[in-house]
């Protein structure tokens, strides 16, 4: 366990679905990440939060939308998706003060997200 | 260009041996460097960081960093098939808090 948890682990939703995968840390950090791991694929980086505030976002299609209530829970509300969009979402966090230990991220479970 | 370089794969090493897993990158000026290991299935998980030149020591895992010839490599010593999975080296490049990461090697140890 790395203090950081996702829900839902799995999930399958057609192309008019809407849904939410929350993320929430216990480490007492204040940056939080949202990254999409595809098959055979590096990890793509898509939003970072920094106290509360997106520092980042990397080009992602609008049906994904990032919400970061406080610097303990983070959000991806997700709607009409398609098929390709299918992956591995993960969430991560670190400190994001400034000291070098700030930049190591932990990474939760990641929900596994199948777009039908 | 790739910003962080990592050779795909499989290496594969004989149980007890030292694999050694490389890594290049892109900016002379990164400052921090990490290596997360990811079992099939499962999260990254972080084993090391280093962020001065030379060589770092964890157990059975060393980092080594060359900051002049932009390499960073993982070394692990007495390999076990508990180590077969795919390492990812990750490298922080600017002022930001995101990093970098390459698409992993995967290591395979056999028993």
Same mark, same amino acid.
């Given at each position: ?116 | ?6 050779? &795909? ?16 990158? &892109? ?20 084993? !090391? &960081? ?28 007495? &390999? ?12 922080? !490049? ?18």
């Amino acid at each position: 366990e790395t203090g950081v948890t996702q829900t839902p682990r799995h999930l399958v939703m057609g192309m008019t679905n809407k849904k939410s995968l929350k993320c929430e840390q216990h480490l007492g950090h204040n940056a939080m990440y949202w990254y999409k791991q595809s098959a055979k694929k590096p990890l793509e980086l898509m939003f970072v939060y920094n106290f509360k505030e997106q520092t980042e976002n990397n080009s992602v299609p609008s049906r994904f939308s990032p919400e970061c209530p406080n610097s303990s829970h983070l959000f991806l509300h997700l709607h009409t998706l398609q098929p390709e969009d299918s992956a591995l979402y993960l969430c991560a966090s670190s400190q994001g003060v400034s000291s070098r230990s700030s930049y190591e991220q932990y990474f939760g479970p990641g929900t596994r997200l199948t777009v039908t | 260009q790739k910003e962080v370089e990592q050779n &795909s794969g499989p290496l594969s090493v004989p149980e007890g041996a030292i694999a050694s897993l490389n890594c290049t990158y &892109s900016d002379r000026v990164s400052q921090s460097f990490f290596w997360y290991r990811q079992y099939s299935g499962k999260s990254p998980e972080l084993i !090391m &960081s280093i962020y001065s030149n030379g060589d770092k020591e964890d157990g059975r895992f060393t980092a080594q960093l060359n900051k002049a010839s932009q390499y960073v490599s993982l070394l692990i010593r007495d &390999s076990q098939p508990s180590d077969s999975a795919t390492y990812l080296c990750a490298v922080k !490049m600017d002022s930001s808090y995101k990093l970098i990461f390459g698409s992993g090697t995967r290591l395979l140890v056999r028993p």
